[in-house]
């Protein structure tokens, strides 16, 4: 054996636990615009708020990107899940086939092909 597996639960519980992540961001947003990354906006200061314009202006440009990066997180990430739900589901395909083909091997090795019964060989006196 060379000890390789795949750990289905785990697959599971990272879908799970990224899903989790994506929707909280997505419910962070505005409605309709939970691709967008727009809830970075609601953070904007106005000159009133931050006291100064050279403040307000670093913060619109770093909002501004972080808008974009969050864009980019949640569309990364929604592929991620894609593939590992693909891996989990493929793997779980091929193990229920193996195991099918195994059963089918066992049953045509070990039943009787010509379905008859005969009975049990008497041991030899």
């Known amino acids: 054996m060379s000890g390789y597996g795949v750990d289905v639960d785990a ?23 939970e691709h967008s990354g727009q809830a970075v906006i609601q953070w904007k200061l ?16 770093m909002l501004d990107r972080l808008r974009w990066w ?7 990430t929604e592929e991620v899940v894609t593939t590992l739900t693909d891996t989990r589901t493929t793997y779980e395909r091929v193990e229920q086939d193996v195991a099918s083909k195994l059963k089918s091997l066992a049953h045509m ?15 030899p006196r």
Do not use: C, W
């Not at 106005?46 to 440009?61: C, P, R, Y």
């Not at 969050?70 to 990364?76: E, S």
């Open 109 to 123: 090795t070990f039943s009787n092909p010509m379905g008859q019964q005969t009975p049990p060989a008497e041991a």
């Open 11 to 33: 697959l599971k519980a990272t879908e799970k636990g990224i899903n989790d992540t994506i929707r909280e961001l997505r419910e962070a947003g505005y409605h309709g615009h």
């Open 70 to 76: 969050v864009r980019g997180l949640i569309a990364g």
């Open 46 to 61: 106005n000159v009133d708020e931050s006291g100064h314009q050279a403040i307000t202006d670093g913060l619109d440009e």
